[in-house]
């Protein structure tokens, strides 16, 4: 994905379009390498493949841990704004 065409909307609401990109683009770059690996027999290129499909998932991970925590927020905020709405009294 071309960083040119990644535009963010600023209006996320419990998730985030940017990094929904970001964990798209990174699960596509482990299959990738996966396919890569599968296809490979050479030692060294081997186990290069391996180290990179080990360091795109750490950041599937980062960024899914990412998503979960501004989920979390959202909901805590969410919860504090409703305490204040004399609609739900």
């Known amino acids: 994905m071309d960083a040119e065409h990644v535009a963010c909307s600023h ?3 419990n998730t ?3 990094l929904q990109q970001a964990l798209k683009e990174e699960t596509a770059m482990v299959r ?3 396919a890569l ?3 490979c027999d ?3 290129v081997h186990s ?3 180290e990179l499909i080990e360091e795109r998932s750490k950041s599937v991970l980062a960024i899914n841990q990412k998503l979960n925590e501004l989920c979390a927020r959202m ?3 969410d919860g504090i704004m409703s ?3 004399p609609a739900g009294v």
Do not use: H, N
């Open 37 to 39: 690996k599968q296809e």
């Open 83 to 85: 305490s204040f709405d």
């Open 16 to 18: 985030c379009a940017m």
């Open 32 to 34: 990738f390498y996966t």
């Open 42 to 44: 050479y030692p060294d």
């Open 75 to 77: 909901g805590v905020l």
């Open 48 to 50: 290069m493949i391996q």
């Open 11 to 13: 209006a996320c609401r």
